[in-house]
């Protein structure tokens, strides 16, 4: 179990009335992939269409690997705040504590760092462990891209997995910590908010956390139901441009983190975006005869840009839909 001293210096944070969570045993309905079924292409592509998002199993990945990480994460969120502050602010890469981009705020303090350029003020231990998840999940986020191309029939088969495997491709790491949340700060059954709603804006993210609940995302009749934590499986998001390369096919899941009163929340995504200046639209080869783009073409960097000018609700992807 994760055990990190809480948040220094948190201030009272927004609070956000929650839905009525659907009823019943929601952790059976998550799509679930087992990386080793022969019908892991089509299971994919229908969890893609239907939910955005998926949890993976039989992924393959050393759970040492996993642990490794954890464990050095847990050593970096423990420190006193001067000496992760020495990480460097997030503008936008270093560490961030309660301020999420240019408008929001959450109950989190995070490490936000590029695939390829692992801070030099962490710890050798750190930035070796950093270094071998990051190959990995990169290769694993291929692996997935490429499933999904065949589920869809495209060729070649890497036409999406190539988009994370060039030299100038976007990758970026985020560790997560969302502290115990004091109960002084929860009233009238209305919960804070850890990180707020939102679409992941790249091509595809995979999260691992620790076993701690908080996790949510949105069906389509805009209800919102929790996902119950698993810290041996990994958790796969659709993004903002995958849902354009696929036209709306694969939808791109809005989802959230809520604090947690009781335990610590550790959490690792990987983000695969493309490179800057890749333009992105609708494939061509998804396309049937006489259907018309959903959204105009973009660069990755104008898209990228736009994103973190807006606030996390905001539906990003209407600013570049075709009317």
């Known amino acids: 179990m994760v055990v990190i001293t809480k948040l220094s210096a948190v201030e009272q944070l927004p609070i956000t009335k929650l839905h009525r969570p659907v009823s019943g045993n929601f952790a059976g309905d998550v799509p679930l992939l087992d990386l080793t079924s022969p019908a892991a292409a089509t299971q994919v592509v229908a969890a893609c269409e239907e939910f955005g998002f998926f949890k993976l199993t039989n992924h393959g990945i050393s759970f040492e690997l996993i642990d490794r990480l954890e464990c050095e994460a847990v050593k970096f969120f423990s420190l006193p705040i001067w000496k992760k502050d020495a990480a460097g602010s997030a503008a936008p890469f270093g560490y961030g504590s309660r301020k999420i981009g240019t408008w929001d705020f959450g109950w989190i303090e995070y490490l936000l760092m590029q695939a390829n350029s692992i801070n030099p003020a962490l710890s050798s231990s750190f930035r070796s462990a950093l270094s071998d998840y990051i190959s990995t999940i990169k290769n ?184």
């Open 140 to 323: 694993l986020s291929c692996e997935l891209l490429e499933l999904m191309a065949e589920g869809l029939g495209l060729q070649p088969r890497n036409i999406l997995s190539k988009l994370l495997m060039d030299e100038e491709s976007d990758l970026m790491l985020r560790l997560n910590h969302y502290p115990p949340c004091p109960s002084s700060q929860q009233r009238n059954n209305i919960s804070v908010t850890g990180f707020g709603e939102h679409t992941d804006p790249q091509v595809i993210s995979i999260l691992r956390s620790n076993n701690t609940s908080g996790l949510q995302i949105s069906l389509r009749d805009g209800r919102w139901v929790p996902v119950p934590p698993d810290q041996s499986s990994f958790f796969v998001n659709v993004g903002d441009s995958l849902q354009v390369l696929t036209n709306g096919r694969f939808r791109s899941v809005k989802h959230r983190v809520l604090a947690n009163s009781v335990q610590s929340r550790l959490s690792m995504i990987f983000f695969g975006g493309p490179p800057l200046k890749e333009r992105v639209a609708p494939l061509p080869l998804l396309m049937e005869e006489g259907e018309e783009s959903l959204y105009r073409e973009f660069t990755w960097c104008e898209y990228k840009t736009t994103a973190y000018k807006t606030k996390l609700v905001d539906n990003r992807l209407g600013l570049f839909e075709k009317h």
